[in-house]
């Protein structure tokens, strides 16, 4: 069954319930560990062993991204691999992980979007998804990342600690043999104190096998370890989380863009054979304006609804990983052969979730807003009750536009022609039937 949009608009409540999507949010999610039973065929209308097994038949290696499909057999080491690799992998007890699997699954995509929209998430959510053979799995390791583990098939033993190794960490961590840990991006030498991790021992941990339609969640940086003594298949719903320091940075860019001494390289400095590297004066003054010019800017800076609205709706709305195809997201490419009359229907053609804004630009002018993606679209303030209209409609006469200004307004057919037309070009909007 393909989800569809009922689905969507219920996307927390219907990996979680019985819990109120508010309860999770309040008490477990970057909290603590959180394991919930479901009925085995809870997760179906998401995902199920014949989804999984049609994509790997299906797929060709050129449609896959870099590292993107991967087996162990070690549980330690990753292999690239090709589609047709996966079958014996799994027959020989190997544990076959495709990251991001929802670049190329449309239904997962659509899905992940959803969770982030609801839960006004602005780090980055997606999913991958774990077959694993006979007697497979993962020592002891913590992610950068949370993790939402949904049991599709089979049954998979966890064993997980109640504190996180490390809060909000920025790397992955395993335990070795000789029970230190590694360090995966910047190994023992280049790790600094308020990241080190402490082995834990094993009274730390608790275990939990998980059934088909159980669901595990995990804080960033809680150690866990799994182990399948049969078959199993698993999504891992993640939630990549954004540190200030990125929010702050939009801020800062999104005030400076226009001007000219932000945009530019720093001066040219030329390294001199042999010698230190030390930064010269010229370096040097350049980053002291800069800095100063921030600072000011960020003391002055009001934090009102209306100066950081945007910034808050673009994070949500383009920090997801892209389809892989982007016509199974944006549908086809918009052939305009006509000019647009107002008898034409039209169809809302984007297929993932998109949301609308008032806010204030730089000049202090008020707009409205419509992000879908990593796209931002600009009106003018009056348009505010046909982007609310149009954000509750699949299909509509384009004619019918004019009317959706409320009680007081009628909008103007050659105005409304352009806000259409815009939307085509932008592949948010299509013609019902291209002819
Ligand atoms: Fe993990």
């Not at 299906?58 to 690799?85: M, V």
């Not at 000219?260 to 400095?269: I, S």
Request: aromatic share 12%; proline share 5%.
């Amino acid at each position: 069954m393909e989800t569809n949009e009922f689905d969507l608009a219920l996307a927390l409540l219907s990996l979680l319930d019985p819990v109120s999507p508010s309860d999770f949010v309040e008490k477990y999610f970057d909290r603590e560990p959180f394991f919930l039973e479901g009925r085995p065929d809870k997760f179906d209308f998401l995902f199920q062993d014949k989804d999984f097994w049609s994509l790997v038949d299906n797929l060709s290696a050129d449609q896959l991204g870099p590292k993107q499909l991967r087996a162990t057999k070690n549980r330690l080491s990753f292999r690239s691999i090709r589609p047709d690799e996966v079958r014996p992998m799994v027959d020989q007890g190997g544990t076959i992980c495709v990251t991001d699997i929802h670049r190329v699954h449309a239904g997962l995509w659509k899905f992940a979007e959803a969770i982030k929209h609801q839960l006004s998430y602005t780090g980055i959510v997606g999913f991958n998804c774990y077959c694993s053979g006979k007697e497979s799995g993962l020592d002891v390791h913590f992610d950068q990342r949370a993790a939402t583990t949904l049991q599709i098939s089979g049954e998979k033993t966890w064993k997980y600690s109640n504190q996180p190794g490390v809060s909000y960490p920025r790397q992955n961590v395993i335990i070795l043999k000789n029970k230190k840990p590694h360090y995966f991006t910047t190994g023992d030498s280049g790790v600094e104190e308020w990241e080190r991790a402490k082995t834990p021992s094993d009274a730390e941990f608790r275990e939990v096998t998980l059934k088909p339609g159980d669901l595990l969640f995990f804080p960033a940086g809680t150690w866990h370890a799994a182990l399948s003594s049969e078959h199993s298949l698993a999504l891992n719903l993640y939630f990549e989380h954004t540190e200030c320091s990125t929010f702050v940075e939009r801020v800062v860019r999104e005030k400076f863009l226009p001007d000219e001494e932000w945009r530019k390289e720093f001066p040219m400095q030329l390294a001199q054979h042999h010698s230190p590297a030390k930064i010269s004066s010229e370096v040097l003054q350049h980053m002291e304006s800069r800095l100063k010019e921030g600072a000011t800017f960020l003391k002055m800076l009001s934090t009102t609804p209306d100066s950081l609205n945007h910034i808050w709706n673009q994070m949500i709305s383009d920090n997801i990983r892209s389809f892989i195809d982007p016509k199974q997201i944006h549908g086809p490419k918009p052939i305009i052969t006509k000019e647009l009359e107002p008898e034409n229907r039209l169809i809302v053609a984007y297929r993932g979730r998109h949301r609308y804004s008032c806010r204030k630009n730089r000049w202090g002018q008020f707009l409205v807003s419509l992000y879908f993606g990593p796209k931002v679209i600009n009106f003018p303030e009056e348009y505010y009750s046909f982007l609310a209209r149009l954000s509750k409609v699949k299909s509509f006469r384009a004619g019918d536009c004019t009317m959706w200004g409320g009680d007081k307004m009628e909008y103007d057919w050659d105005d409304m022609k352009n806000i259409l037309a815009i939307l085509i070009k932008n592949y948010f909007l299509q013609f019902e039937k291209l002819s």
